[in-house]
């Protein structure tokens, strides 16, 4: 059973970092796509579908990432660990939400970031960032 497990986060002023993981178990194989998302304060109960992708990384470790995070947020990944951190800088209070780890065996990373893991796909738990003035 493939399992997301996530660490990290928390909160921060404006302009101030942190980091995020999260640790896959029980790939089926070594070609699964890898990223984060978000869903903004007062969306929880928003289909899934309409989470932001944030920024992906496939197995060969090419990246994709959104306009909105590009230059401030970096995705790494430990293909060892099958793990992945985010390292996000310069946070802003429009960075607050909900932050969820996905993955996917069969997409690249700019379909994962903009469709989300698929059917064979899972979720991490998620994790809250909130970000003051």
């Known amino acids: 059973q493939v399992q997301l497990e996530q660490s990290g986060g928390g909160s921060v002023q404006a302009g101030g970092s942190l980091r995020l993981s999260c640790a896959a178990s029980?790939?089926?194989?070594?070609?699964?796509?890898m990223g984060w998302f978000r869903q903004a304060p007062g969306k929880e109960r928003e289909a899934v579908k309409e989470?932001?992708?944030?920024?992906?990384?496939?197995?060969?470790?090419?990246?994709d990432y959104a306009d909105s995070v590009k230059g401030r947020f970096t995705i790494s990944r430990d293909f060892d660990k099958d793990t992945i951190y985010l390292e996000m800088d310069n946070l802003k209070p429009d960075d607050t939400a909900m932050y969820y780890c996905?993955?996917?065996?069969?997409?690249?990373?700019?379909?994962?970031?903009?469709?989300?893991?698929?059917?064979?796909?899972?979720w991490g738990q998620g994790t809250q960032v909130t970000v003051s003035t």
């Open positions: 029980g790939l089926h194989h070594n070609r699964y796509s």
């Open positions: 996905g993955a996917d065996p069969g997409l690249e990373a700019f379909a994962l970031r903009i469709l989300g893991p698929g059917p064979h796909g899972h």
């Open positions: 989470r932001e992708g944030l920024v992906t990384i496939d197995y060969r470790g090419a990246t």
